[in-house]
């Protein structure tokens, strides 16, 4: 039976959500209390790293790459490279490393939080997904910042011209970008999957159609992008008008992979994120359970029954 209006209010007694929410919303919650306590940093900062995140992306894409043209590193007939052609030699090999490695920091951040206060809203039964969408943005990270630590090799304008060879810096370096995408698409289609089916999760439709616009566009050009990358060895004759092609794809992929960290913020602009993170402030380092969560678990919960 339902608490009558009176109940609630009356007799000097407050009624407590949680004491009547449903088990699993209960067991949700002590679930989430032995998570730990994250950082002060990350509850302050961690709500704008998606922000962040495509920032330093944009900042090292395009900055690499007018340092990499204006500085005469690049074949005058390729009207587009590779985004790691621009990490060959300084002054933008160094905007390229340090660049990157922020970027990297900042999807690492935006997983943090959104493991934190964003993704324990999920149902049970969807956990998988859910960890599997944390570990593989990590895991894109790690490809983010080897492929930035470890460039390409510094002749590629020789090898690009027919004049020198592929190195193992060169096929180290692509196993990095490699590592990158591939989290990344895991990453990107375990959130889509997740977010269609939960009914927990705090996500806007139009979050969740933006989403899959950039999931279909880093997907489509992967296959041409990595072909055309000179460190692949697939193509030994070099076109630079076909390899300005294949890199239309990489930025194409690379950019729907900012966007979609950045898209991040409309999910975590939600009352119920914010709120979770401003209440695990509270005294003794203890959470109190968001009343909206419980709620929506407890709608769910009934959906389900």
């Known amino acids: 039976a339902k608490p009558s209006p009176s109940s609630l209010r009356g007799g000097g007694e407050s009624f407590s959500i949680q004491s009547k929410a449903p088990n699993s919303v209960k067991r949700h919650v002590a679930q989430r209390k032995v998570r730990g306590m994250p950082s002060e940093a990350l509850k302050s900062y961690g709500k704008y790293a998606p922000t962040y995140t495509l920032f330093a992306g944009l900042i090292t894409l395009f900055g690499t790459l007018f340092l990499a043209r204006s500085n005469g590193h690049l074949p005058d007939d390729l009207w587009l490279p590779m985004i790691s052609f621009n ?17 990297a920091a900042g999807i690492v951040l935006s997983a943090l939080f959104a493991n934190a206060y964003f993704l324990p809203l999920v149902e049970d039964q969807h956990k998988c997904l859910s960890t599997t969408s944390f570990w593989a943005a990590v895991v894109a990270a ?15 304008k020789d090898v690009l011209e027919g004049k020198g060879t592929i ?13 990158l995408f591939l989290a990344g698409f895991t990453h990107c289609i375990c959130m889509d ?3 269609w089916r939960s009914k927990t999760l705090p996500a806007l439709a139009g979050s969740k159609q933006l989403k ?8 489509a ?22 390899l300005s092609w294949g890199a239309v794809g990489q930025w194409t992929m690379v950019l729907a992979l900012l966007f979609f960290v950045a898209s991040y913020q409309l999910e975590f602009n939600q009352d119920q994120v914010v709120g979770g ?3 695990s402030r509270g005294e003794g380092g203890r959470e109190n359970p968001n009343e909206n969560l419980l709620r929506r678990r407890g709608q769910a919960h009934d959906e389900d029954a």
């Open 87 to 103: 990490s060959a030699l300084l002054p933008e090999r160094f905007l390229y490393a340090v660049g990157f490695t922020l970027t």
């Open 142 to 156: 790690v490809g983010l910042t080897w492929q930035a630590v470890i460039p390409i090799q510094a002749n590629v």
């Open 167 to 179: 190195d193992m810096q060169s096929q180290v370096h692509q196993i990095g970008a490699v590592v």
């Open 193 to 195: 999957i997740l977010l």
């Open 212 to 219: 899959l616009v950039l999931t279909t566009a880093m997907l």
């Open 221 to 242: 050009p992967f296959l041409i992008a990595m072909i055309r990358h000179p460190a692949s060895g697939i193509e030994h004759k070099i076109d630079l008008d076909a």
């Open 277 to 279: 993170a401003q209440q």
